[in-house]
């Protein structure tokens, strides 16, 4: 998935907030505000130090869906400060064209089923930072938000583990551009 | 049962094997289904993928006092010794021991560590405890020597001891228990993988009694010298508030308790060399049940000043049980070992003996004096060599949302 999707599709979920907000103002006793669904057992890789300057890592949790219907993780929004300057992004793992597992980021984000829940895990689906600008020590924690595709939001805590796999070569889909080896 | 320990049919003990039967039929309903599984393979003559009761038996971690302590000796052990690494400060270790609590909360109750790459190894607890301690070292390097516990020191050097510094000392115990080897293999390396983010191994001692499955009910556990071993313990709460659970002053370590953990080598070639007699005399026990050299049943009382015909004491003066034995309630203590059998070294002798563990309130005052007197004069030593020697405060239990030794570093 390249950048100009991404970044619609923040776009497009930012307007779905104004949305909800407009009819929560507009017409509040008619309509119920929009469920925002839980998270659990949140942690995100440690990187105890930056590597080559190609540091990033992946954040994993169980997000539960109380409601009868989907609702995706559409993007999330690091809130540590000065861990990253870049935009977060919903990544899945995938079988490319060669075989290999790689990464790449979500097509309309990671579905938590109605009455469901869905586990990023390494391996699967994960919140992705790039670019760290400083080291994530085991045992720190990282806070970010979490965007839903019903315009909810929820701060979460991330608490880092150490880990040795979720090193997924990323693959931005058969561009040219090549794949990097990722640590996270 | 291991050696040194209660038996574990000892109803009037607030930490029976019953207690926990029922925590864990509450706290999980797991045991129900496993027995569930038990009676239909039997009924129907298959060998289905029943679960053994005992599989999801759970301790529960949070409580006053950590748990691996009073709770009855699992089949299967391993204490870990880690030494911090350089540099480390108050708040890293804080962040360790939420960590390292984690993980012992989700393990021991049948979860996964988070993240845990074998889940699947975590599902069957078999009692799995996990309880931690601190060395000398972890207060010094911290700054916190004022804040040791009474009594709390390094022991001092016996004549006996031939110490290896590979089996010694250490900043950091993590203790793990369980009667399934399985569960506790991969419960040591959950929690080593958090812990050397933070420190590095020391050493690494494991250890085993009977199988809770083919141990004789009601029997005292026997030692690698065949001895029973364990008879003199405190059970009932009252005997562990008195001689265990530290009180009083410092405060954070209210509900805490001492290890002294010794590597004592068991040269069983030299003792085969005695017939049954001569190794009874050694202690003052019989072999054959533990009963006192002058009673019948294990848990008479030692009558130490009869004599026989030629007017020699029944159990003699040299006996390790007369040595060890004491009137003064404030040199009594639970001792709780593992027997450990590394193989056999390369000139065919055994490597087997005791991982020693000893818990007390204070070390000085309750473990030093009887540890003199065994050393001043014990025939067992004949037999045994002190190898490896560490000694760690344990904190008090914690309660969900906390960590282990969080009245301490908080
Ligand atoms: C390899 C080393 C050891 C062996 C094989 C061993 C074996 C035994 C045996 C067979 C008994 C009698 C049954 C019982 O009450 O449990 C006993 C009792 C005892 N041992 Fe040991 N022991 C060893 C080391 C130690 C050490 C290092 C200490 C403490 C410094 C110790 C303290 C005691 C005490 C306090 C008793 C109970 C005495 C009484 O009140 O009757 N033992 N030991
Ligand atoms: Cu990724």
Redesign the interface.
């Known amino acids: 998935m390249n950048t100009s999707t991404s970044v619609t599709k923040r776009g497009l979920s930012l307007v779905a907030v104004a949305i909800a907000a407009l009819a929560l103002v507009g017409c509040a006793p008619a309509v119920t505000a929009p469920v925002t669904p839980t998270a659990s057992d949140v942690w995100i890789k440690a990187v105890p130090e930056l590597m080559d300057g190609m540091a990033m890592t992946g954040v994993f949790m169980t997000l539960e869906n109380p409601t009868d219907e989907d609702i995706e993780l559409v993007g999330a929004t690091n809130t540590t400060e000065g861990l990253t300057e870049k935009p977060l992004e919903t990544h899945e793992v995938v079988k490319n064209a060669a075989g290999e597992m790689v990464m790449q980021e979500t097509e309309g984000g990671i579905v938590i089923p109605a009455q469901g829940s869905v586990t990023l895990k390494p391996g699967g689906y994960h919140v992705m930072y790039w670019d760290l600008l400083k080291p994530i020590p085991v045992g720190s924690t990282v806070t970010l938000t979490l965007e839903f595709s019903n315009g909810t939001t929820l701060d979460v805590e991330a608490v880092a583990r150490e880990i040795a796999n979720a090193n997924e070569t990323y693959d931005p889909e058969a561009d040219a551009e090549g794949s990097t080896e990722m640590n996270h | 049962m291991s050696p040194h320990t209660p038996p574990k049919t000892d109803d009037s003990s607030r930490v029976s094997r019953r207690g926990f039967l029922l925590t864990a039929g509450v706290a999980t309903g797991a045991l129900a289904v496993g027995a569930v599984g038990v009676t239909a393979a039997v009924n129907n003559g298959t060998t289905g993928p029943a679960v053994a009761p005992g599989a999801t038996e759970v301790v529960p971690f949070y409580g006053v006092h950590q748990a691996g302590i009073d709770t009855p000796p699992q089949s299967s052990g391993t204490f870990l010794g880690w030494t911090l690494k350089p540099g480390t400060d108050r708040e890293?270790v804080r962040?360790?021991m939420?960590?390292l609590t984690?993980d012992a909360a989700r393990l021991t109750q049948g979860e996964a560590a988070?993240?845990d790459?074998d889940p699947y190894l975590a599902t069957n607890p078999a009692r799995l405890t996990a309880t931690f301690g601190f060395g000398p070292g972890f207060f010094q390097k911290l700054g916190l020597s004022a804040e040791a516990p009474a009594g709390f020191a390094e022991l001092p050097a016996f004549s006996i001891d031939k110490l290896q510094p590979e089996y010694s000392g250490g900043d950091l115990l993590i203790q793990l228990g369980s009667d399934d080897p399985l569960t506790l293999s991969h419960a040591v390396r959950q929690l080593t993988?958090?812990a050397?983010?933070?420190a590095t191994v020391a050493w690494s001692q494991s250890g085993f009694t009977r199988d809770q499955g083919t141990a004789p009910a009601g029997q005292t556990g026997r030692n690698l010298f065949g001895q029973v071993d364990g008879t003199v313990n405190p059970r009932r709460a009252d005997e562990f508030a008195a001689q265990v659970w530290a009180t009083g002053s410092p405060s954070w370590f209210d509900g805490g308790t001492s290890m002294v953990l010794r590597r004592i080598e068991m040269n069983l070639d030299t003792w085969d060399k005695l017939d049954e007699g001569a190794k009874e005399l050694s202690v003052g026990r019989k072999l054959s049940n533990g009963a006192p050299l002058t009673g019948e049943n294990e848990f008479d009382a030692p009558d130490l000043a009869a004599k026989d015909a030629s007017g020699l004491h029944v159990i003699p003066t040299f006996a390790h049980m007369r040595r060890a034995k004491t009137d003064n309630p404030h040199e009594k203590f639970l001792r709780r070992p593992l027997n450990y059998d590394d193989g056999i070294h390369a000139d065919g002798r055994t490597n087997a003996g005791l991982l020693f563990a000893a818990y007390m309130a204070n070390i000085k005052t309750q473990y030093v004096p009887v540890q003199q007197r065994l050393s001043d004069l014990d025939l067992l030593n004949t037999w045994t060599t002190p190898i490896g020697s560490a000694v760690f405060a344990l904190p008090p239990g914690c309660q969900a949302g906390g960590y282990i030794g969080e009245g301490l570093l908080a």
């Open positions: 890293t962040r360790m939420r960590l984690d988070l993240p790459n993988r958090t050397r983010s933070f």
